[in-house]
């Protein structure tokens, strides 16, 4: 008993290190399929199309579109029979394998808190910088009203720019904002300075991974302070 007891005291920290990382591999392997996906979506070839983005012309969508690609939600909805599904670990690409809680993907809204919840189990968040612009109102900087900013195509001449990367929603949740879209401050006059918008999730063996628009993938433990094109926004209207 007491060999056996010795066997399993060496063994399980062995069983845990293998499984965290199957685990940051097949979180890593879902990212860089999102990515090749995103690269399909900007040069207007994505099988089933761009949603509402098509009404925008080839040059230009909106990354909200692409976040409800893959989601499965809204227009790109694909159970006509059912109004709620689960989704699973390790087969729904927007699901980090190593994040416990159940998410469901809702029928009938775009992506947020009504059609992608619970919000506290959200793992992974798009780059913020794509979907909010930052404009100048009365000289003072101000995020882009949602829905306002569109991503140009020839953002795929930018490999190095951040797409969808680990995040912690409970602590986005702290911050009062939520967990679908995050970013980190990259200057001291913008109003993601404050850093209420970044709450990166280091779940992966003391890492973050992050997918770029070039469709690799990258693990960091400060995704912030890499040398990556954190600075590249997308821009209101045309």
Known sequence: MAIIAILIAVL????GSVRGQAGM?????????IAMQFQAFA???????????EALGRA???????????????EFWDRAMESE??????????VCPANRGELFRRRGAACGRESVAPESN?????????????VIVNGTPRLSPVGSTSVRSEI?????????????????????????YAAPPVQVDDPYRSGRYWFPSVRHRGKANVAFVGGHVLAAQNPAEEAW??????????
């Not at 399980?12 to 069983?15: F, Q």
């Not at 979180?27 to 399929?33: A, D, G, P």
């Not at 070839?45 to 509402?52: E, F, K, S, Y």
């Not at 599904?85 to 927007?94: I, K, P, Q, S, T």
Request: aromatic residues 8%; contains cysteine.
């Open 85 to 94: 599904v689960r989704l699973v670990a390790g087969a729904d690409v927007m």
């Open 122 to 134: 959200v793992s992974l968040a798009f780059n913020m910088r794509l979907a909010r612009a930052v």
């Open 229 to 238: 094109n954190w600075g590249y926004s997308a821009q209101v209207g045309g």
């Open 12 to 15: 399980l920290p062995a069983i």
């Open 43 to 53: 040069d207007g070839t994505a099988v089933g199309g761009r949603g509402d983005s």
């Open 156 to 180: 795929e001449n930018h490999p190095l720019v951040p797409l969808v990367f680990d995040v912690d929603a409970a602590k986005a949740n702290r911050s009062g904002v939520e967990a679908y």
């Open 60 to 74: 230009r969508f909106r990354i909200g579109d692409f976040q409800e690609s893959q989601y499965r939600i809204d």
């Open 25 to 33: 591999l097949l979180c890593s392997s879902n990212m860089r399929t």
